[in-house]
């Protein structure tokens, strides 16, 4: 799934806020869901705008940012 087909950010839509594609639901939604000890499922059942593909999908592009990220330099 690209991108874009999972979040964007619109100024027109709560502010630039990233959202889900097709939704006004914030992608922090899941985030904060997910930190809370909640599962993917309960996040879809308060957020049924969202698609399953999308969250995963989500979570998947998370990973994929944090795991390219240049790792910090040695201490010293």
Known sequence: MKR?????RDPEILGGTPVFTGTRVPVDS?????RHGKRIDEFLDDFPSVER????????????SVLAEEPPPPAT
Do not use: G, K, M, Y
């Open 4 to 8: 874009e087909d999972v979040f964007h």
């Open 30 to 34: 899941l985030i904060q869901h997910l």
């Open 53 to 64: 593909e999308q969250a995963e999908a989500f979570l998947q592009l998370a990973e994929e």
